[in-house]
């Protein structure tokens, strides 16, 4: 199973076709910062307000997400959690009851926990499919549209992701391996801060704000590891 979480933080270039931007990252792949309160107050209200559109896991995934929380939560207490009996006691005050049992609450735990969104990713057959997801803050994707698609499929809508890059990240993705994440930067420029960016395929190409004008630079640190 390869995973990929993505919060935002400074921007990195990348060329075309090249693999893009990937580099060894610390073990360490979840990140709290100051942001983390606000962050995670809109994220809350997204699970809770628009379940549907930012959570979804097939269920033969269960065990994969299982896989991820037990991941993330061996992570947390380096990071200001604790724990009370069977709740996560998060940075900013809240408790969070772990779920394993139901598939969509396993991922749905990790997105009340953490900022980052999580991707699964599972190989089926040549490719891997996006098989699980908690996504609050796409940057102008709709998680519904990607459910359950290949790699390729997913990025359809994207010039640059040619045949000969295409082939380029799945050799990155097999040569992955456990203990071992990388991470890239992309960076997006918006007319407002809002995170939650959610746009279909089948509507007009996003048009782009002058860069030199745009209010907002968004980046994302995208890690990508195999448990």
């Not at 408790?95 to 980052?116: H, I, K, M, N, S």
């Amino acid at each position: 199973m390869t995973l990929i979480t993505q919060t935002t933080h400074p921007p990195d270039m990348q060329g075309p076709h090249s693999v893009p931007g990937m580099a060894p990252a610390a073990p360490d792949w979840l990140r709290v910062d100051d942001a983390y309160a606000a962050h995670m107050q809109r994220r809350l209200a997204l699970l809770e307000d628009q379940r549907a559109d930012v959570l979804w896991l097939e269920p033969a995934a269960l065990e994969a997400a299982r896989e991820v929380l037990d991941e993330a939560l061996a992570l947390l207490p380096a990071l200001g959690f604790g724990r009370l009996g069977t709740a996560v006691i998060c940075p900013d005050g809240r408790a969070v009851e772990v779920d394993r049992a139901d598939p969509l609450g396993t991922l749905g735990t990790l997105g009340q926990l953490v900022q980052e969104d999580i991707c699964i990713l599972i190989k089926r057959g040549a490719e891997r499919v996006l098989a699980g997801a908690v996504l609050c803050f796409p940057a102008s994707w709709r998680l519904a549209e990607k459910a359950g698609r290949p790699l390729t499929g997913i990025h359809s809508s994207v010039a640059e992701y040619d045949a000969v890059l295409a082939r380029r990240v799945q050799r990155l993705f097999d040569g992955v391996r456990a203990g071992t994440p990388l991470w890239r930067y992309n960076r997006l420029w918006y007319e407002d801060a809002e995170l939650h960016q959610p746009r279909s395929t089948h509507a007009p190409h996003r048009i782009e704000p002058d860069r030199a004008a745009a209010p907002f630079i968004r980046s994302e640190r995208q890690c990508v590891l195999r448990t």
